[in-house]
């Protein structure tokens, strides 16, 4: 299920969603620079809106999150398989 998730995403979502699995809880800012990208609030924003019950907002503010442990699994097995 978490694979079909992944699949249907457009490719820079996907990319995204691999690449910020590297850290296990995180806020838009630190995915900003991790990522060099300057959209990771809308990113998260895009995902939150749509249902996705794997991204798990760790307080009432909306500043941490993290993803399910299942699909952080699979995403950070997407990524090392992704490297060289």
Same mark, same amino acid.
């Given at each position: =299920? /978490?694979?079909? =998730?992944?699949?249907?995403? #457009? +490719?820079?979502?996907?990319? $995204? +969603?691999?690449?910020?699995?590297?850290? #296990?809880?995180?806020?838009?800012?630190?995915?900003?620079?991790?990522?060099?990208? !300057? #959209? &990771?609030?809308?990113?998260?924003?895009?995902?939150?809106? &749509?249902?996705?019950?794997? +991204? /798990?907002?760790?307080? !009432?503010?909306? =500043?941490?999150?993290?993803?399910? !442990?299942? $699909?952080?699994?699979?995403?950070?097995?997407? +990524?090392?398989? &992704?490297?060289?």
């Amino acid at each position: =299920v /978490v694979e079909e =998730v992944i699949d249907r995403l #457009d +490719l820079d979502t996907a990319t $995204f +969603l691999v690449e910020s699995a590297v850290l #296990d809880r995180f806020t838009t800012e630190q995915l900003d620079a991790l990522l060099g990208r !300057h #959209d &990771s609030a809308r990113m998260l924003g895009l995902l939150t809106s &749509s249902g996705n019950p794997f +991204l /798990v907002s760790l307080d !009432h503010q909306r =500043v941490w999150y993290r993803y399910h !442990h299942l $699909f952080g699994d699979v995403l950070r097995g997407r +990524l090392r398989a &992704s490297a060289p």
